[in-house]
């Protein structure tokens, strides 16, 4: 690790930034729309990285079941993907932990700082994610989508869980954030914080370095800030 400089606390983005888990959400979402709506509803298809749970619901509905769904048929769609989704993370054989990420919370919580997450999942997702490779215990707060559909307001919802966690505000340079993707980085800088942006997904450092990451990275192996 590179010098602390005066970092306290860092949020980390899950899909494509701790870990992928092979295709597991996208099957959950599928069999989801199957078993309530009997469509085929591929989310690759239709979905872009780092976009919410609400989000990816919201346009299943419109693009596949070809209407908008009432907020009681998308509470039952998001029920019904947190009902399959232990089981396809289980069962998929594409589920790895990236690079050096698992060294890097060791170390950042050696160090004393603060772990918390930052990510479209619905909260019970992203534990759900997490549990597979023994992850959660890292992490004492977070923001996600079952706070806002919006990722910068859930990023502003992380800020403010930690503060609590914490007992002092994370602002001025006290907090950054991890993420793979253009979303991720304009959300940090919309919540008024700077972001890692790693290479570990669907877009290369250039990439983000052009979405303006205020470190882009190949991977949090390389030269983390904190």
């Excluded at 039952?76 to 998929?92: C, G």
């Excluded at 992203?126 to 910068?152: C, E, M, Q, V």
Aim: aromatic fraction near 6%; glycine fraction near 12%.
């Amino acid at each position: 690790m590179s010098e602390r400089r005066d970092i306290r606390a860092v949020l980390f983005d899950i899909d494509g930034t701790i870990l992928v888990t092979g295709g597991a959400g996208g099957s959950a979402w599928q069999r989801a729309f199957e078993e309530l709506h009997g469509v085929e509803a591929n989310v690759k298809e239709h979905t872009d990285a780092g976009m919410t749970d609400p989000e990816i619901a919201t346009i299943i509905f419109r693009e596949v079941v070809r209407r908008e769904g009432a907020p009681e048929e998308r509470a039952k769609a998001i029920a019904a993907y947190l009902r399959h989704l232990p089981e396809t993370v289980a069962e998929s054989s594409g589920y790895r932990v990236m690079p050096g990420v698992e060294r890097l919370l060791d170390d950042l919580i050696d160090a004393g700082l603060l772990l918390g997450l930052v990510t479209g999942n619905i909260e019970a997702a992203a534990h759900i994610k997490l549990a597979r490779a023994g992850l959660n215990r890292f992490f004492s707060f977070g923001g996600y989508g079952s706070d806002s559909a919006n990722r910068t307001e859930l990023t502003k919802a992380a800020l403010g869980r930690g503060a609590l966690v914490s007992g002092g505000a994370l602002s001025d340079g006290a907090c950054i954030a991890v993420g793979d993707t253009p979303r991720d980085i304009k959300a940090g800088h919309g919540a008024g914080i700077k972001v890692v942006g790693v290479a570990t997904g669907s877009y290369s450092v250039d990439d983000l370095r052009a979405a303006g990451a205020d470190w882009p990275l190949e991977t949090v192996e390389n030269d983390f800030p904190a």
